[in-house]
């Protein structure tokens, strides 16, 4: 029966971008309103020349819902986003209010970002920081820190102007051997001695399987050499640098 009734409006939505009568699309607009049908409305407003915006977009306000008034605004010519985008923020749904702020011209983008933040959600905070030139880098990456969500930590850490030793300090702290290791071979900046002693420790105090004990050992290998490679290279550079004030002639 909902199928059968489904299927009735649609077909009221297509008789009415087909009708040049006025009062016939006010007509089929009511009983669009009258189904409650979210999805109904939105396709109404963005389908039907000429239908009632206002009235339309009021009625998806009223029903709170974030990720339909996120879409009202979206795909709807000339609605009003300032009165969708209250309930977005209201709603705190990180998703949305990271989709709404990236996608919606004329977001209020300082007001979602300090609503990224709250949410305390870091791969969203990540997100955020990652795609808007003007964010606030430093307290999006204090958020996603303090969330201790030690992926979301690797993934910020490879951002431009990232706190490397901090965020790579919650992934020692979590003691986690995948990310200790990929933050140490990946992470330019990364202390690698910290992050290897993570590994190091493990073989010490926890029984493994041959294999896995193995690739430990082998990760181990690679950091280490990783290091040396990082000492001989500042070590080249410190005397190219000596080098070149060396030769520099000398001002009175």
Request: charged share 35%; hydrophobic share 40%.
């Amino acid at each position: 029966m909902e199928k059968i009734r489904e299927y009735q409006l649609l077909r009221l939505i297509d008789e009415a971008k087909e009708s040049k009568n006025d009062e016939f699309k006010r007509f089929y607009q009511n009983r669009i309103l009258e189904s409650g049908s979210l999805q109904l409305m939105l396709k109404f407003a963005k389908e039907v020349p000429n239908s009632d915006i206002e009235i339309l977009q009021q009625k998806i306000v009223d029903s709170h819902s974030p990720i339909w008034n996120y879409h009202f605004v979206k795909e709807v010519k000339k609605a009003d986003i300032k009165k969708s985008e209250e309930i977005v923020l209201e709603y705190g749904n990180p998703e949305i209010i990271y989709s709404f702020a990236k996608n919606i011209k004329g977001a209020d983008i300082k007001a979602h970002e300090k609503a990224i933040i709250k949410s305390g959600n870091a791969k969203y905070c990540r997100m955020f920081a990652q795609d808007f030139a003007n964010a606030d880098f430093n307290s999006l990456q204090q958020a996603v820190i303090e969330s201790q969500d030690v992926k979301e930590c690797f993934e910020f850490a490879k951002l431009p102007k990232a706190d490397v030793l901090s965020l790579g300090q919650v992934v020692i702290d979590s003691r986690d051997l995948y990310y200790n290791y990929i933050f140490a071979e990946t992470i330019y900046g990364a202390d690698i001695h910290d992050h290897k002693k993570i590994l190091e420790d493990a073989l010490q105090t926890q029984y493994f399987k041959e294999n896995k004990a193995k690739m430990i050992k082998e990760q181990i290998e690679e950091l280490d050499d990783k290091a040396i490679k990082l000492d001989a290279l500042v070590k080249r550079q410190n005397e190219k640098a000596i080098k070149i004030n060396l030769d520099k002639p000398q001002t009175l």
